[in-house]
């Protein structure tokens, strides 16, 4: 086990060695450290979450352990590891357990660190099971963070990129790093290297079901899994209900799509958004609308889906929106009109509707302005908001109509300027 340790406090040196793009809150992590409750940073895997713990801590003295780690894994011993900790990290303040839900029995551990007085930092990639067990063992005791792959924002500041407009040759380049964000994504690892984006992409995609899910689930139908997951891949941004799926996966049940539903929404690969409605059971019933936690799998040809760059950009706001603590289901709903006309996105706090949000890629043909603009006024009625905006990939305008005014607004815009 003290093999084990040093190597990985060699691994820890050599990642603290390193420079790292301080994420667009890193205020707000500061702050997150501070508490004197556990301190859990949950998302996808490779999004950042480690390094959002090492840049929190790397003037610190504190203790790592990565549990993706089989060695560590197969070696456990509550009381060995302790002990190698206290003699490799001498006085160490901070205990840092990187993808920690692979130990089994995390929680019991967790608990007996935390009621000795033990200062911890987990990361995680399973959100579910994370936030469920702590909330059982440890419930007001701990504090959550959610890192997703970069935003707009920061690929910008990692490629050293200005974000100014004021030339035409400016507006042109920023528009241009902005269509090559809506394609492949903001995965750190390759937004420097585009050309290994189908490969990396591929390898991650079957890390997060044969790790994240298969194995930790214990799942044998691994085929059927991945055929559902590639499925929802190839319909982002449209609606479904774990029947439709049923019938057009030829699953055996409905409840078996619903669980590895469940399954795969836990390792954020997926988020699904609820249609609003007042009435609990209503929203409960009505189709949910499936998004993708970063664009680069929707691009990729690894997955054969057309382009289709109205749902691409559809995609990217429903995660700027989820990076600004909209939640699905929480917040955050899509809604249709009594007249079937949708609208994106609904925003809520408490219990008002604070802003309606409607994607479209080319407002350009007047048609599909009137169209657009018909939907989300036909919608803020029903809604009584009038906090309306309109998303487009270039254009930006107020339009005015009867008692609406409606704001028209380029993402990368939108995006950058919060």
Known sequence: MRTVILSQRKERDTLLAKDYLPRDNQKAYEVFLASPLIKLITGPRRAGKSVSALLLLKDKNFAYLNFDDERLLERFDEDVVLQVLSEVYPDYDYLLLDEVQNLEHWDLWVTKLYRRGCNLLITGSNAKLLSSEMATVLTGRYLEMEVL?????????????????????????????????????????????????????????????????????????????????????????NPFTYSSLKDDLNFSSKSTVQKFCDYLQQTFLFFFLPRYNNKLKLMQKAPQKVYVVDNGFLASSAFQTSENKGRLLENLVFLELTRRKKQAGGNLFYYRSRNDREIDFVVREKFQIRQLIQVCYDMSNKKTENREIDAIMECAEELNCNNLLIITWDQENVVQRGDYDIQILPYYKWCLNK
């Open 149 to 237: 792959p970069f935003s707009l924002s920061e690929c910008f500041r990692f490629k050293g990129q200005e974000r100014t407009v004021e030339l035409p040759s400016e507006r042109a380049e920023l528009m241009l790093q902005t269509e090559d964000y809506m394609h492949y994504g903001g995965y750190p690892e390759i937004i420097n290297s585009r050309e290994i984006t189908e490969s990396y992409l591929s390898s991650l995609f079957d890390s997060i079901i044969l790790k994240d899910v298969a194995k930790r689930y214990k799942i044998r139908k691994t085929t059927e899994l991945y055929q559902l997951a590639t499925y929802l891949i190839s319909m982002f941004c």
